[in-house]
């Protein structure tokens, strides 16, 4: 009797619990038209570059500018393979910083962290969280537009 009502509670209390963390949202059901014309798309470039020391990778708009950050990125390393890959995207969202991930990377003198965040401050946060009280030796930021 006593093992009965204590799983009846836990299962009871389980219920609540999951109910008072999960936000209950309600979807938008409104429709947009948009007329998209050649003015309104733009050609973006995802670039990667694997060398003997890591792999780079990042986003640019323009073919020159993505070839020459895998110069930058691969300089004095021995490059094992290199990609660009191009996609179109509306413009209005290709400069917007609402849609974008922002990848960190920070390298400390006692070790190495990185992360991806919604925001550029939020980033520049964490790299101050994980490199506090230790001289940050390299860190970087890059923003990606999400997919």
């Known amino acids: 009797m006593r093992k ?4 009846i509670g836990t299962v009871v209390l389980s219920i609540i619990n999951v109910n008072a963390t999960n936000e209950k949202t309600t979807l938008s059901t409104s429709i947009e038209v948009v007329e998209i014309t050649k003015n309104h798309i733009a050609q973006v470039f995802d670039w990667e ?3 003997n020391k890591g792999t780079y990778a990042g986003t640019s708009l323009s073919l020159e500018s993505a070839k020459r950050m895998i110069t930058l990125s691969s300089s004095g390393e021995i490059v094992k ?3 660009i890959t191009s996609y179109l995207m509306l413009k209005s969202e290709a400069n917007s910083n609402a ?8 390298k400390t003198a006692s070790g190495m962290a990185k992360g991806y965040s919604s ?8 790299i101050e ?10 860190k970087m930021i890059i923003s990606q ?3």
């Open 49 to 51: 570059v694997k060398t």
């Open 119 to 126: 925001s550029e401050a939020y980033a520049h946060k964490m």
């Open 99 to 106: 849609k974008r991930n922002y990848f960190w990377e920070v």
């Open 81 to 83: 393979d290199k990609k």
């Open 145 to 147: 537009p999400q997919q």
């Open 129 to 138: 969280l994980v490199a506090s009280g230790d001289a940050i030796a390299e």
């Open 4 to 7: 009965s009502i204590l799983i």
